[in-house]
């Protein structure tokens, strides 16, 4: 009989997960990881099962009817199986309502994403509306406005599939995706009711029950100033569609479980969220949320591409050696580890200050460094899981590019973490104008405060944030320089951030478990090079080699 290749084999992704198990150890008072661990053990048994079951079925997508039998315009959105499951596994373990509620206190935005990181992968993107969902909370409890925070949030923080709402946000535009301030969307008060109309582009989660989007005022002057946020509910109160019309759903390189749809607004009826002016300021917080949230999605999206990678090894001999006794592929697989521990740090790291921040109890210290970092933390991670998903698809040779193996969808979904909510460059520039408005001082003093003995590795981390004072300092005064090393400015913060931290938690592990595995993985991880810093600006030469009309 020929030969046939075991499949890798996920176990329960809680249990097995050292990295998370150990950072709860050290970051949540033991009553609280009590109280939450059962629910972490269902979902990460939960996850081991749904990688199992997508194996057996092909790849199912959302689909559009525009027209029942009869002609009548529908647009009705036909969900794939795990989105219809959806609502209720958010309901039941608080993907959203865990992040709002008051019994953990200042540990409830880790005690949520602890939970998101273990269901993402398992709830084939279901986690973008549930983030939009609890952005949209932010936000609308940052507004001031006391109608549509009474009437709404407990809907998008309900734990009763029954009532729970989900939110869209609706800012992508043809004119300008990032340059919000090209939106074209007009609102117009008719018989004292606001409408909006125009056309967006790009909305995930077109089903969600309402949205939050950005339209400027008849009348009122150009710029991102003058734009209004909105609160749209999508439907009318016999379940009709709200004045929108679905133009069509957006055939994408991934996430294509995740109903993404381009829009026709015609008289929808909205409500102010905030005034009539600065929206993009009254959705800020939700963009703060959403950027945490897809770095947690990144992490997640990382593990499991690790996990899958390492038990293939343990599985595939070639050579007549196993691939995880091959001293070059054991090689890969701990570099893989030790990035992803590292990521793994600064943004849990971030969910616990993000926590801190929103119960009150942050220094202004923390505030500022909590400022900087969450684009640091979207940006890095974003990359960075492109970069692991496409190596543990290189490290199964031909099977990782083979569809149904699953792996191909784990590369293809990953692109999205560097796009959405910010590229890479925005991010960048994002990170780069805190830094000049705010300075490095208050942000380096909050990373500061939380300090232990941590070894020689903390040196390496000083020297990276030291050569990126000094790389602002050599070009203060170039803007065109500052912007065009952006990038590895932002790199070289969130690499040098993150081996901070992972660098107390290998002292914290080796004191007291005697761990050594993140120590090991942070001498790996310093040793890729913490500097990323561009020392001159791009030859504009290189772009102006070909002309074209």
């Known amino acids: 009989m020929s030969f046939v290749q075991d499949a890798p084999v996920l176990a329960n992704q809680y249990t097995d997960d050292r990295v998370l198990r150990s950072w709860l150890e050290r970051n949540l008072p033991q009553p609280i990881r009590a109280a939450i661990e059962p629910d972490l053990d269902e979902l990460g048994a939960h996850a081991a099962r749904a990688w199992r079951d997508a194996r057996e079925r092909s790849p199912a997508t959302p689909t559009l009817t525009r027209h029942d039998a009869w002609g009548e315009r529908v647009d009705r959105i036909e969900l794939t199986p795990a989105w219809r499951d959806g609502p209720a596994r958010a309901a039941r373990y608080g993907l959203v309502a865990a992040g709002h509620e008051s019994r953990h206190g200042a540990h409830a935005r880790s005690d949520q994403f602890a939970r998101v990181y273990l269901q993402h992968v398992a709830s084939e993107f279901f986690t973008c509306p549930l983030a939009m969902s609890d952005g949209a909370a932010s936000a609308l409890e940052a507004s001031g406005n006391r109608s549509l925070v ?82 749209v509910e999508t439907r009318d109160a016999r379940g009709r569609w709200n004045g929108l019309r679905i133009e069509r759903l957006k055939d994408k390189l991934g996430t294509r479980e995740l109903p993404t749809a381009e829009i026709r607004l015609d008289a929808a009826l909205a409500e102010p969220v905030a005034g009539l002016d600065h929206g993009v300021r009254a959705i800020a917080p939700m963009l703060n949320v959403t950027r945490v949230w897809n770095a947690v999605c990144a992490l997640a999206t990382m593990r499991r591409a690790i996990a899958l990678a390492v038990d293939y090894a343990h599985r595939r001999t070639a050579f007549g050696v196993k691939l995880v006794d091959q ?13 992803f521990e590292a990521a793994f740090a600064f943004v849990f790291f971030v969910t616990g200050l993000l926590g801190r921040v929103e119960t009150g109890v942050a220094s202004d210290d923390e505030r500022a460094l909590l400022r900087l970092a969450t684009p640091l933390a979207k940006l890095w991670t974003g990359k960075l899981a492109v970069e692991i998903t496409s190596e543990a698809c290189e490290a199964f040779g031909g099977a990782g590019y083979i569809e149904n193996t699953g792996l191909p969808l784990l590369l293809r979904d990953a692109q999205v973490y560097p796009i959405w909510e910010g590229t890479t460059n925005v991010l ?10 705010r300075g490095l001082d208050a942000p380096a003093r909050a ?60 002292e914290w592990a080796m004191r007291t478990t005697n761990d050594p595995r993140p120590r090991a993985a942070l001498g790996l991880f310093v040793a890729h090079g913490l500097i990323r810093l561009a020392e001159s600006a791009p030859d504009d030469a290189l772009l102006l080699a070909d002309r074209y009309d």
């Open 150 to 231: 009474e009437r709404v949030v407990p809907r998008l923080l309900s734990r009763d599939p029954a009532t729970l709402w989900l939110s869209g946000q609706w800012m992508t535009e043809t004119s300008g995706g990032s340059d919000v301030s090209r939106t074209e969307t007009v609102a117009r008060q008719e018989a004292g009711r606001w409408r909006l109309y125009g056309r967006k582009w790009f909305t995930s989660a077109i089903h969600a029950d309402m949205a939050l989007t950005l339209a400027r005022p008849g009348g009122a002057g150009d710029g991102s100033a003058a734009l209004a946020l909105f609160h």
């Open 428 to 437: 960048a520039l994002d990170a780069l104008r805190v830094v000049l408005e």
């Open 327 to 339: 001293p070059l592929h054991r090689a890969t697989l701990a570099a893989m580890q030790a990035e």
């Open 447 to 506: 990373l500061d405060a939380g300090r232990e003995p941590a070894g020689m590795h903390n040196e390496a981390a000083t020297t990276a944030l030291a050569a990126a004072r000094a790389w602002l300092d050599r070009h203060a005064g170039d803007r065109a320089a500052l912007e065009a090393g952006a990038r590895g400015f932002a790199l070289t913060l969130a690499r040098a951030i993150a081996a901070t931290l992972l660098a107390r938690h290998a």
